[in-house]
């Protein structure tokens, strides 16, 4: 059973670009959330999807933006990219939203804003 | 003030110790109190969650919640070179929003 999965690994961009990461949750969940972990520090939430809605955002600018399919999966787009968003973007997923509902973490996506 | 606090460390142990890794946090609504594990170029997983003040204990790991005094414990008994990663404590806020400490980084020397 695959695990979650997050693509690309790696990604290098520019100030001002706009970046799309995309996330395979584990089989069978249907929630997934999305985290910015700068280095060195804890991850930050950024929003959760579930039936394809934004259900909580954290306190990230509109520059955040996702999207859930039909098939669970979601992306998270970044617009107007800044150098501070140089992170590693975690996806989680979990079966349900209550809070003792695992999530489970992909490897990330690091990003590099130059 | 962040609303939970945790020593980044780094912390360096012989193989064989017990450690004790510690969060403090401000919001009195938590209700849950996780403890997440994270090797490099890994992401995050969950090694115990506790809801109330007490002890639990999971094989060489065990956590502690002191709700009085706002303050996690996570201890590891027998420490191994393969507990060397980041631990982080984290608190869900609302359904599924998890407010995450710093992360402690700790080595286990054999």
């Known amino acids: 059973d695959a695990g979650v999965t997050q693509s690309p690994t790696h990604l290098i961009k520019t100030r001002g670009q706009q970046v799309t990461l995309r996330c395979s949750p584990k089989s069978g969940h249907d929630t997934v959330s999305w985290y910015q972990q700068a280095l060195g520090q804890g991850p930050q939430f950024i929003f959760q999807y579930y039936e394809e809605e934004e259900r909580q955002r954290g306190n990230f600018p509109d520059r955040f933006s996702g999207h859930q399919f039909p098939n669970y999966s979601s992306e998270l787009n970044v617009n107007a990219l800044l150098l501070g968003d140089s992170a590693l973007y975690l996806c989680?997923?979990?079966?349900?939203?209550?809070?003792?509902?695992?999530?489970?973490f992909g490897p990330g996506t690091r990003l590099t804003v130059l | 003030q962040k609303e939970v606090e945790q020593d980044p460390g780094p912390l360096s142990v012989p193989e064989g110790a017990i450690v004790s890794l510690n969060c403090t946090y401000s919001?009195?609504?938590?209700?849950?109190f996780m403890w997440y594990r994270q090797y490099s170029r890994k992401g995050p997983e969950l090694l115990m969650y506790t809801y109330s003040s007490g002890n639990k204990e999971d094989g060489r790991f065990t956590a502690q919640v002191d709700k009085s005094s706002k303050y996690i414990s996570l201890f590891i008994r027998d420490s191994q070179p393969s507990d060397s990663a980041t631990y982080l404590c984290a608190m869900p806020q609302g359904a599924q929003k998890l407010v995450f400490g710093q992360g402690t980084r700790l080595t286990i020397n054999p």
């Open positions: 989680a997923s979990s079966l349900g939203q209550r809070p003792t509902d695992t999530q489970y």
């Open positions: 919001n009195s609504a938590f209700q849950y």
